[in-house]
């Protein structure tokens, strides 16, 4: 039996699976889970719009991590020793159902976020987690006993380390291993726990947003989707291809999302303000698109442009589009000029829009920058600074693009750094 003493701060995702995992680990170990807010798992409820995306049916680590733009490398090793299919088969072992769907994300077979939260707060409680609401941390020390400047001195740290937790209300614990699992750091103060003990942060920039356009005819059409097209950012390297939604303030969707995070510095460094370029038939060349308007004025000669759109373009859609490229609502195929339909084609292939701003992605969020990953050992997520000090989840810099891989780098990291912290 041990008398180690661990505290976890952070009640989310990464922060509840190391706990679990420590404690299950160390039988007999202190094991103190501490979240601010009221209620623990917050992200968890909202994520995928109340239903959880526990993670993503991508079972080879190497593909696995190439959908995170910040921490690929340093995240093949921790997912080859628990991936995805080990987090399906973590949560089916304890009851819970799950539901991969066409496009690889894994929901709860409930479709409510609650069966994951009913789930972890049970193991928590099975495996003896103290589990504590409403205690904000104020402020961290670490203590060496052969460095009495703590961690983050000029001094090099003893192995032999505890630190001491200035909570709220005055109340001051102490543990031999530190755990911070705080999530991203969306401002400065977010990552003053880790900075105190001798740690850099990369700066924090949104990771997964929509964009806002004003455009008033794409506006109209708020509601509207398409499975497949590909967007692109002139004057970058960015170009990703997937579904679009169009919504009452611009436009979202997987593959905005997808721009997002592998444009979240750039963006921020424009001010989210740029040119974005949109491909409405990607699987269509420029000529297959151009053969198809000829058929059109062949065999429907007497059709309204406006009124017989490219398939899978919905009619609205089209509608716009053709009116946007300069087409008169009464114009008919057999009418169409050359340089008309040579704009269309135009519109077709690279419809340009100025994006004026963004919106979070509903109420989740994903945020780039965090702890610099040189001064983390990602076998362990022990930093390598201040010894008996590890990390978990967003705090680090490192994010994924949408789909479950961020919950899934929160399972992974929470679940090495509780078997680190248990065999330390």
Not at 175 to 186: H, N
Not at 389 to 394: D, N, P, R, S
């Amino acid at each position: 039996m041990s008398s180690r003493r661990i505290i976890v701060v952070g009640g989310g995702a990464a922060g509840f699976f190391a706990a679990i995992t420590c404690a299950e680990a160390l039988p007999g170990s202190e094991v103190t889970l501490l979240e601010k807010g009221v209620e623990f798992l917050g992200k968890v409820r909202i994520s995928g719009g109340g239903r959880c995306n526990v993670t993503h049916a991508c079972f080879d680590p190497r593909e696995f991590a190439t959908r995170f733009p910040r921490g690929e490398q340093e995240l093949i090793g921790p997912f080859q020793r628990f991936g995805a299919a080990d987090t399906v088969a973590w949560f089916k072992g304890r009851g819970v159902k799950l539901n991969t769907e066409c496009d690889g994300r894994v929901f709860p077979l409930s479709n409510s976020s609650q069966s994951i939260i009913d789930c972890l707060v049970g193991a928590a409680e099975a495996a003896g987690v103290k589990l504590r609401t409403g205690c904000r941390v104020e402020k961290v020390t670490g203590i060496h006993s052969t460095n009495s400047k703590g961690c983050g001195g000029t001094e090099a740290c003893a192995t032999d380390s505890c630190f001491e937790l200035t909570l709220s209300d005055g109340e001051t614990l102490s543990c031999d291993r530190l755990l911070l699992a705080t999530g991203g750091c969306r401002t400065a103060s977010a990552g003053q726990f880790a900075v105190s003990l001798g740690h850099t942060l990369e700066p924090p920039a949104p990771s997964l947003f929509t964009f806002h356009l004003e455009t008033p005819w794409l506006l109209e059409l708020a509601g509207i989707s398409v499975e497949s097209v590909e967007t692109s950012v002139p004057d970058t390297e960015l170009r990703e291809r997937g579904a679009v939604l169009v919504t009452h303030t611009g436009l979202s969707g997987p593959v905005i999302l997808r721009l997002s995070a592998w444009g979240a510095r750039v963006l921020q460094d424009r001010d989210y303000r740029f040119p974005l370029h949109l491909y409405w038939l990607p699987h269509l060349g420029t000529e297959e698109i151009a053969s198809e308007l000829e058929w059109r004025r062949r065999q429907q000669p007497a059709r309204l442009v406006v009124n017989t759109p490219v398939p899978p373009l919905p009619a609205r859609l089209w509608e716009q589009l053709a009116i946007a490229a300069g087409i008169k609502r009464d114009t008919r195929w057999s009418s169409l000029t050359r340089a008309a339909q040579h704009g269309l084609i135009q519109q077709l292939v690279r419809t340009e829009f100025q994006v004026t701003g963004k919106s979070l992605n509903k109420e989740e969020f994903v945020t780039c920058g965090g702890v610099r990953l040189s001064e983390v050992n990602f076998r362990t997520m022990e930093s390598r600074i201040c010894p008996g000090l590890f990390f978990a989840g967003e705090l680090l810099d490192i994010d994924g693009i949408t789909g479950g891989f961020n919950f899934q780098a929160a399972w992974t990291t929470g679940w090495i750094a509780g078997h680190a912290m248990a065999d330390a």
